[in-house]
């Protein structure tokens, strides 16, 4: 029985030690006009696939947007014993449909700008990030929602 608890004891720690070097992410996005589910998928240290779902404009419709993205810069140094500091950015577009005013579907670019760390124990990352997105209307009449330009957030995601 010691054994068995040791050992997964040990396996825990290596899962959790090698954890920074995983390729998947899953988290949540707290914003201005979002509130999504997301997805990453990380190429490498320099770049990664960011993809969310979920409510926007705070429930009057439902957007799902795709980001490539660049680890801009990174800190170790800042705090070397508690996180490891980042500033990304990147751009991609987004697809959905919107129920308020204007019914229809709505979709545009999208970019992203974020500043967070990375926590050395755990994997877990913290962020502020603005997500604006020129949402074009296409249904009942063509609009451009300025909701989209609200999206400031959080962002908390789980490497694994």
Known sequence: MKKLLLGAICSLMALTAGAQQTKHALGVHF?????DLEYQYHFSQRNFLDVTAGVFDL??????????NWNIRQWPQWTPRFATWKF????????????????GMILGPVGTLGFGFTLKDIPLTIGL?????????????????DSGFKNIGVTLTYRF
């Open 59 to 68: 429930g009057d419709g439902f957007s799902m947007q795709g980001v490539y």
């Open 31 to 35: 914003g201005g006009s979002t509130l």
């Open 129 to 145: 990030d603005y997500r604006p997105m020129v949402a074009f209307v296409v249904g009942d009449d063509f609009d451009v929602l």
């Open 88 to 103: 990304w950015g990147g751009f991609g577009g987004g697809i959905g449909f919107y129920d308020a005013d204007h019914d």
